[in-house]
């Protein structure tokens, strides 16, 4: 299994970016689909970006597209989501979670290995 370790998350204004970055051990990333989930208050997890094993493939949920970008560091086994002109509905928690299967999934169910989390908000 690998483990998952969030960080980068905090508080902004809205119109602010924040990088955050999901350090992997226990396996190297490159053997797995990779992807940022959100959490927000109320609301069920959806899955914002995701990321294929060989890099080749990136997806992004239609409210982020063109603001967040997911991208990996195999050398650093580390996944990254930079988020630009973030909004105030971007506020939750962000998780970052793999999958060893077949084809990027967009799916929550597709991801069984999850971070802690950390928390996104933007205030208005």
């Known amino acids: 299994q690998v483990q998952l370790v969030e960080s980068g998350g905090g508080l902004v204004q809205a119109g602010g970016s924040l990088r955050l970055s999901c350090a992997a051990s226990?396996?190297?990333?490159?053997?797995?689909?990779l992807a940022w989930v959100r959490q927000a208050p109320g609301k069920d997890r959806e899955v914002v970006a995701g990321?294929?094993?060989?890099?080749?493939?990136?997806y992004y949920t239609d409210s982020v597209k063109g603001r967040f970008t997911i991208s990996k560091d195999n050398g650093k086994n580390t996944v990254y989501l930079q988020m630009n002109t973030l909004k105030p509905e971007d506020t939750a928690v962000y998780y970052c979670?793999?999958?060893?299967?077949?084809?990027?999934?967009?799916?929550?169910?597709?991801?069984?290995?999850w971070g802690q989390g950390t928390q996104v908000t933007v205030s208005s």
């Open positions: 226990g396996r190297t990333i490159s053997s797995y689909n």
């Open positions: 979670a793999a999958d060893a299967g077949y084809g990027l999934g967009v799916r929550i169910e597709n991801y069984d290995n």
């Open positions: 990321i294929s094993k060989s890099g080749s493939r990136t």
